[in-house]
């Protein structure tokens, strides 16, 4: 649903990187400006003494040197971390020896074909925002979305010229001017990878508007090529249907309650997790289209990852606050769409309940959608009796939507774990006492997640 890879191009002073910065950071991706690569490489080369001149041997560097792109690791104004060969060089990357000699190296033929392969490879983790100049024609001609970024000459001569009037130094427009053409000559009729729109890219004019409302256009941009059409969902349907036929064959389903799902408007389903099975179970099984969070480690898995992204799930990183996810999750309630999270974070080995965390609830509290409360049983057999030729019985039972009330303002933490707390009474509610686990004997009425007035169904909800 959500671009996991999105391009960024333009000429310079376009306002490309200050806007991918901002996008990557309302998103929680990555902001990647591909130009830092060259830079690392320049760099280097210059710590190793290595000739600038010499093509052959800054591109055997480039070949051997591992660069890599991170998020901020450090609270120093950095924008990402930039290590080569595992060695922190992000701020040897600004320094006026750089500054002279990246755009030779920047030219080399060999030098781009290594530095494509390893944007491509940090690129291909997904969430990331991307900016340069050859992204959506080059990098990555196959990315989520592509935006070209432009403007006048003149109005991006005029950015440069407040740049470098800025750092102190006096320059006259027209100067300015006359090397922003020559820079989008060069650019636009290099032999390697030239500088031009990509046919599919969706074109944005920054002339004369704010930053601020550059960014909401792009926002806009994303948010629109975000909703999946009616047509583009087949795979998560065929999924569905191919799954409820192998459940058929293994699994003895009791479903109770999927009455009670509404059937449009933003939805975080809230499902209690004791086996892997679980919240597989949520597509077949109920009226939605619903976008899971799901471990990351298992979209490391080449195929298994895509096919889960094709499926609409998103991974998250267990452990901490994955802010990224966060904002994924949020931007999928915003559309109207409902998501799957499992609020205890884990599987229960034992097959009781766990104490709930808070994410669920803060999704409540940012985005003002209802929770479902569904609880699944049953599924920690299905080995053993695969291992019999025994079908497993497994329980699934859907809950009444409720939502947050009387809240009044700030949330402190410990309110935060209050309601997870009650949320949890939900879904202990469902399920028989035995597996109420850390709820045994805990429960108590809810007082700020209440049972939603009206349930009223829609016409599908994708």
Known sequence: ??????????????????????????????????????????AVALARAIAIQDEAAIT?????????????????????????????VTWDLRTRA?????????????????????QRRVGERGRVVMVGRD?????????????????????RARRRQRERLARGEQVDFESVLREMLKRDEIDSTRSVAPLKK????????????????????????VEGQSKPARDSLW????????????????????????ERVPRSGALIIAISHSSWLDPVLLGPYLPRFIASMGKVEIFDWLILGGLLRAYGAF?????????????????????????????????????????????????????????????????????????RFRKTQMQMYVGAPVELKNMNGKVSRE??????????????????????????????????LLPVKQNEGGDGGE
Request: glycine share 8%; proline share 4%; aromatic share 8%.
């Open 60 to 88: 055997r560097l480039a070949e051997q040197v591992h660069l890599d792109i991170l998020p901020p690791d450090q609270n120093d104004g950095r924008q990402y971390t930039v290590r080569a060969d595992a060695r922190d």
């Open 98 to 118: 750089v500054d002279a000699n990246v755009s030779t190296v920047s030219a080399y033929r060999g030098v781009r074909a290594a530095m494509k392969l390893q």
């Open 415 to 448: 309110l935060l774990t209050q309601i997870s707390d009650e949320l949890m009474h939900y879904i202990a509610e469902l399920m028989p006492p035995e597996l109420h686990g850390y709820y045994e004997n805990k429960l108590r009425a809810p007082e700020y």
């Open 315 to 387: 991974p998250v990183r267990r452990g901490k606050v994955d802010v990224s996810a966060f904002k994924v999750g949020l931007l999928i309630l915003k559309q109207g769409y409902a998501m799957g999270i499992a609020p205890e974070g884990h599987r229960s080995e034992s097959g009781k309940l766990q104490r709930g965390r808070e994410g669920a609830i803060m999704l409540a509290v940012r985005s003002g959608a209802p929770i479902l409360p569904v609880a699944v049983w049953g599924g920690k057999a299905l080995w053993k009796n695969l291992a």
């Open 235 to 258: 795979f998560y349907r065929f999924g569905n249907h191919l799954l409820r036929f192998v459940f058929s064959l293994i699994l003895r389903m009791d479903v109770r309650g999927v």
């Open 198 to 221: 990509a046919n599919d890219a969706v074109n944005v004019d920054s002339t004369g508007v704010t930053v601020e409302q550059v960014l909401a256009r792009v926002i806009a941009i």
């Open 1 to 42: 649903m959500i671009p996991s890879i999105i391009a960024i191009d333009g000429p310079a002073a376009s306002g490309k990187s200050t806007i991918g910065e901002m996008l990557a950071q309302r998103l929680g991706y990555l902001y990647f400006d591909t130009g830092v690569m060259y830079r690392a490489v320049t």
């Open 135 to 155: 992204i959506g024609t080059v990098v990555f001609p196959d990315a989520d979305l592509k935006i070209f970024l432009d403007a006048t000459a003149a109005e």
